[in-house]
């Protein structure tokens, strides 16, 4: 399963936001993507990937791309 898609399917569906906006340089905040948001999607990976919110590194994530990497670099670690 894609990170990338993941995080597409959920703003989209849970948010309205169009998909080709939703792109790896996009940062975060001009999505609109407030604390709330952000922990849903957090939870989000938790059920489609089993992975906890990660309680580190999260503060520095400020576009989309870095998100994917975070989660992908946790996913990878728990193989």
Do not use: C
Not at 19 to 44: H, N, R
Not at 65 to 72: M, N, Q
């Amino acid at each position: 399963m894609d990170t990338l898609q993941v995080i597409r399917d959920f703003l989209s569906e849970q948010y309205g936001i169009p998909v080709e906006k939703i792109a790896p340089e996009t940062a975060l905040d001009q999505l609109g993507i407030d604390s709330l948001m952000f922990i849903e999607l957090l939870f989000e990976f938790d059920s489609k990937f089993g992975i906890p919110a990660p309680e580190k590194d999260i503060g520095d994530i400020k576009t989309i791309g870095e998100l994917v990497a975070l989660v992908d670099k946790i996913r990878a670690e728990r193989k």
